[in-house]
């Protein structure tokens, strides 16, 4: 679907969406008024049945603005502290936001690069609040694509990790860099290139998630799509033109709902059950039911746009001709060498059930940091989690965290 063809039915649909908000909050009045007038009601009634209907209908769509973190308080076992959220250094693509305890100093800072994968950097918000519990966090906020301005030019790898780059240096030297997913590779170029100009904002940890270092490796669903097409197709197929009246007018992006759609069509039926689940829990008064499954879909039905130069050559680089692994990739003019990886300590995590990035990509890094002496790495395989299990729930939170807090603070000193 073209991005014109996509716009024309979002705007066809937003009455019917806005009456169906309207009606939803109509049944929900009226089933109370007539329960307090002492008026019979079968329950479950059938204005809550229309509600739930309508509070559906319209929570089944995209959005396109970032959702707030909604951090404001986190719980250590030194007690609860207040967040203060602030930007402390702006781009036009991205923004580096810094998350503080008020009242605590003096803990690790850690800058978490988010994927630019269609979903914004509020994706991670768990992360972030578990990290919070013992560290001062920054996160890679990244713009949609289709409110950036084509006069702040282009935006691709090289421009990725030129931010990366640019936040550990505003962050200040003994900062740490914990990359989750897509940004992997650009996260592990950042570090090498910093690391072979001694740079003194070189992070001291590098921590990889379920990142695409080497996709050769056991490749999924996901590296043979990528595999399985030339990349004429991926550009005339998947990149469209951004319409007015967005500010990005005219910028080629590949669209976060074509993304989107093509995540959801996975595993159809289980986004198809949630939705069914959602009305039931609405139509039982489950409250607490509900909230969790729409609190879910409100965050990942907001998509962004990725540079079409950016999206591009990651699947070209990254995932066609493997440039990083093969010892090939460059970043402007210069070759990447993560072998000039020395004093930054290295952890690498993977996923047991992984089905996005398998076992053995992420490890790929302990390889390629050749020179990072044996006590400063560590691999972790977490069992029974899939790749969003690797960075949040249950596991992430007793399993994973420790070791990567305990990586932190021991590169820390």
């Known amino acids: 679907m073209s991005y014109t063809a ?20 109509w049944a929900q009045v009226l089933e109370r008024s007539l329960e307090e007038s002492g008026f019979p009601v079968e329950q479950p009634s059938q204005l809550r049945r229309f509600g739930a209907a309508c509070e559906v209908f319209n929570r089944a769509r995209l959005t396109h603005k ?7 308080a986190v719980d250590t076992p030194r007690g609860r502290f207040a967040v203060v959220e602030e930007v402390v250094m702006t781009t036009p693509f991205a923004s580096l936001v810094r998350f503080r305890k008020e009242g605590v100093t003096g803990e690790p800072r850690v800058l ?9 950097a509020t994706l991670l918000r768990e992360t972030v609040r578990t990290m919070l519990t013992d560290h001062e966090v920054y996160i890679t906020d990244w713009q949609n694509a289709r409110d950036v301005p084509l006069t702040a030019g282009r935006f691709g790898f090289d421009e990725y990790v030129e931010h990366i780059i640019w936040f550990l240096r505003e962050m200040g030297a003994g900062s740490h860099l914990m990359s989750i997913c897509q940004p992997c590779p650009a996260s592990l170029a950042a570090a090498a290139l910093m690391a072979e100009d001694d740079d003194p904002a070189q992070p001291l ?18 590296n043979e799509l990528a595999m399985s097409k030339p990349m004429h197709w991926f550009e005339t197929k998947l990149i469209s033109t951004v319409p007015a009246p967005h500010k990005g007018f005219g910028r080629r992006v590949y669209p976060g709902f074509v993304q989107l759609t093509a995540f ?27 909230k969790q499954v729409a609190d879910f879909y409100e965050e990942y039905l907001a998509v962004a746009d990725l540079p079409a130069e950016f999206y591009l ?7 066609q001709e493997h440039l990083l692994p093969r010892g090939l990739m460059n970043w402007r003019d210069r070759r990447i060498n993560p072998g000039a990886i020395r004093r930054s300590a290295l952890l690498t995590v993977e996923g047991e059930r992984d089905d996005i990035c398998s076992i053995g990509q992420t490890m790929a890094a302990q390889e390629l940091c050749r020179s990072v002496r044996p006590y400063l ?25 420790p070791i990567v807090r305990d990586t932190i603070h021991a590169a820390n000193g």
């Open 377 to 401: 790495r560590t691999h972790h395989i977490q069992t029974g989690v899939g790749h969003y299990g690797v960075f949040s729930g249950r596991k992430w939170t007793s399993g994973i965290y």
């Open 205 to 222: 940890s590098l921590t990889l998630m379920a990142g695409p270092v080497d996709t050769r490796i056991n490749p999924t669903k996901v």
């Open 66 to 72: 970032r959702p707030p973190f909604n951090l404001t």
């Open 313 to 319: 050559e990651t699947v070209r680089d990254v995932f």
């Open 112 to 120: 978490l690069s988010a994927p630019m994968s269609g979903h914004f």
């Open 6 to 25: 996509y716009q024309l039915q979002t705007d066809l649909l937003a009455p019917w969406r806005m009456l169906a908000q309207a009606g939803a909050a």
């Open 264 to 290: 959801m069509s996975m595993n159809l039926d289980r986004h198809m059950q949630s939705f069914k689940s959602l009305y039931e829990h609405l139509v039982a008064g489950d409250e607490a039911a509900a």
